[in-house]
């Protein structure tokens, strides 16, 4: 089974913007998560594969999910970027055929993911 593989992470400053890609196919719904150190690892921002999306509070009206279905791409695109926002960010995808929407930011609905890409964000 292939995982996913996320691009695109690297340093900015703050007030700055990255877009961050991941490549995955098959998938009913995928989310973006992120992660640093000493903190749980959070849904940040997913989308069905209709394009029904979910933000968390922490980045709604900063970032932007969106997917192209034909190339098995899934973006986000991330302005005003915030030293808070540095973390690691991973792409998860899963196959169910039925979910809840209203749970699509946890990460107990998601089978696979990648490996992560480094997302650092200077004052």
């Known amino acids: 089974q292939v995982q996913p593989v996320e691009s695109g992470g690297g340093s900015v400053e703050s007030g700055g913007s990255l877009r961050l890609s991941c490549v995955g196919s098959?998938?009913?719904?995928m989310a973006w998560f992120r992660q640093s150190p000493g903190k749980e690892r959070e849904g940040i921002a997913a989308?069905?594969?209709?394009?029904?999306?979910s933000y968390s509070a922490s980045v709604k009206g900063r970032f932007t999910i969106s997917q192209d279905n034909a190339a098995n791409t899934m973006s986000l695109q991330m302005t005003g970027l915030k030293p808070d926002d540095t973390a690691v960010y991973y792409c998860?995808?899963?196959?169910?055929?039925?979910?809840?929407?209203?749970?699509?930011?946890?990460?107990?609905?998601?089978?696979?993911w990648g490996q992560g890409t480094q997302v650092t964000v200077s004052s």
């Open positions: 998860a995808g899963d196959r169910a055929r039925s979910f809840d929407f209203a749970y699509l930011l946890h990460r107990e609905m998601y089978e696979d």
């Open positions: 989308i069905t594969r209709s394009g029904r999306k």
């Open positions: 098959g998938y009913t719904y």
